[in-house]
Structures are given as structure tokens and as C-alpha cells.
């Protein structure tokens, strides 16, 4: 992971981010080797399992996170979907509107308790931006009032994207310059067009044409990739765009597609 996030730093990406699942690198200790290894980048979640913690006890990691980077944390919050995850971590799975309501208390709180100038351990940002995903009503509303980065995890067409930008920005009202907008691209199919490990995974029984339909599958070559996130961005005022590192995505291509957005 270091190595990547020292590649990623070296042909220009911003920001290196951290899924937060069983099975996988723990989602905030692993922060602080990356930022460490590529000291340009910004580090952060997409997402945390909100459902995993409390809001007191996260705010002490976060903020001890933000501290020992320099200030680069971006702190990412979601419901959580993956049941059996729950069963293995002994953790009842709340009911979909219960896992909304405690992200938005996680939300609020760690943001009161890292704006506090008296807040031990301090971070070095008061506080870190708060970045919430999510593509269903009460998620939009709740990223519209308390996040500072609202992403759309969307497995859908671009025209429902649209929708759901339009639906967040109504909400947002006034808040709505303040916010910025972010997209991840679970599927970069430039490298190998046939995989779709990660749209398969994350929505299941979905035909393949469809998949490859969905505005989060990024097909090739490169520069018409990059026409795509241009007109993403053009469009429907996105500024933060993320991509999946999987197992058939070249260094070289991600290379080329940088260079191509610039």
C-alpha cells in the first residue's frame, strides 16, 4: 500500500483513500504509514462504517489520525451494508433508517468535538472535513446539512445521478457552494474491459450490459475517459473524482488519464 501511495503521489493524484470492511487493512491506523510514505497526499475513508463505532471513541482515532499526518485526514462516513460483516464483528445490524441516524449522530458530534479548542487529542484541523456517502433520500438530506464533501456512490445511469444531484442540491439551499461534490468510479475498464469484480460485488444480480451502463464504470481509451469526467464535472458541478485501484488497472494507464484531464 505504500508503494501504491507512492506512485499515486508521484504522477499526480490528491488523495488516497481507505475502504472500511472486514478483510481488509484496518481503515485508520493504515492511514498514517500511507500519509507518511507520500507526504503530498491528503488520506481519508471512502467510507467509515459509521454503524462499527461511537462517535466519541472514533473522534479520539480521527483526531489522533489528523495529528500525526500533519493535517491531510479527510474523514468519510457511511451506513454500512454488508450484514454478515455485522454478524462476524458480534454487532447487531440496525435497520436501514438506524444506520442513517447514526451517521448523521457522528456527523454532528465528531464535528463538535474537533471544532473545540479544548478537545484532547487536538487535531491539527479544527476539524477535519467530513465527507458523507450516500444515494438515498434522508443520506442526501443528512450529507446537504452536516457534510463538507457529499459523494455519490451511484451504480445507476447518469441520468440517475443527475437526479440525485439535483435532489442534494435542493436540499443543500444555501449550504450548496459550500459542499463539494464527489464521484467514485468503482470500475475502470480502460485495462480490461470483462472485469467487473467490483460492480459485481456491490450489486449483485445486475446483468453485465447493465453494469457497464452504470455512470460508475469507466470505459476506455483514456482520453475519452477523461471527456467523460470532463462533461461529469461540466455537467453536474462534480470536482472530486475518485477510481478503484483493482488487480487490472495499470499504473500506466491511470498515468495517461491523468494527463489527459490536465
Known amino acids: 500500500m505504500k ?18 470492511h472486514l478483510g481488509m487493512a484496518a481503515p485508520l491506523p493504515t492511514l498514517i504509514s500511507i500519509a507518511e510514505a507520500a507526504p503530498s497526499l491528503r488520506v481519508g475513508n471512502m467510507v467509515i462504517n459509521a454503524s462499527f463505532y461511537r462517535p466519541a471513541l472514533l473522534a479520539r482515532d480521527l483526531a489522533s489520525v489528523d495529528s500525526a499526518t500533519g493535517g491531510r485526514l479527510e474523514i468519510g462516513l457511511g451506513t454500512g451494508y454488508v450484514e454478515e460483516e455485522f454478524r462476524a464483528a458480534g454487532l447487531p445490524f440496525p435497520r436501514a433508517g438506524a444506520r442513517v441516524d447514526l451517521v448523521i449522530e457522528h456527523a454532528v458530534e465528531i464535528r463538535r468535538l ?18 458523507i456517502a450516500g444515494t438515498g433520500n434522508r443520506m442526501l438530506t443528512a450529507a446537504a446539512q452536516h457534510a463538507d464533501i457529499a459523494a455519490f456512490p451511484v451504480v445507476a445511469t447518469r441520468d440517475h445521478l443527475a437526479e440525485r444531484v439535483t ?15 464527489a464521484f467514485n468510479f468503482f470500475q475502470i475498464g480502460i485495462d ?4 467487473l469484480s467490483v460492480l459485481r460485488a456491490i450489486a449483485p444480480g445486475i446483468p453485465d450490459d447493465e453494469l457497464r451502463r452504470s455512470v460508475s464504470y469507466l470505459p476506455g481509451p483514456a482520453d475519452e475517459a477523461a471527456d467523460r469526467i470532463r462533461s461529469l464535472h461540466e455537467e453536474l458541478g462534480i470536482t472530486y473524482f475518485t477510481f478503484a485501484l483493482t488487480p487490472t488497472v495499470k499504473w500506466e494507464t491511470l498515468e495517461k488519464l491523468l494527463s489527459a484531464l490536465r
Open 3 to 20: 508503494e501504491e501511495a507512492r506512485r499515486a503521489e508521484q504522477i499526480g493524484f490528491d488523495v488516497v483513500l481507505l475502504p472500511d
Open 114 to 131: 474537533l471544532s473545540s479548542p479544548d478537545y484532547v487529542p487536538a487535531p491539527a484541523q479544527t476539524p477535519p472535513p467530513i465527507m
Open 167 to 181: 435532489f442534494f442540491k435542493d436540499r443543500a439551499v444555501d449550504r450548496s457552494a459550500d459542499i463539494e461534490l
Open 192 to 195: 480490461d474491459p470483462d472485469d
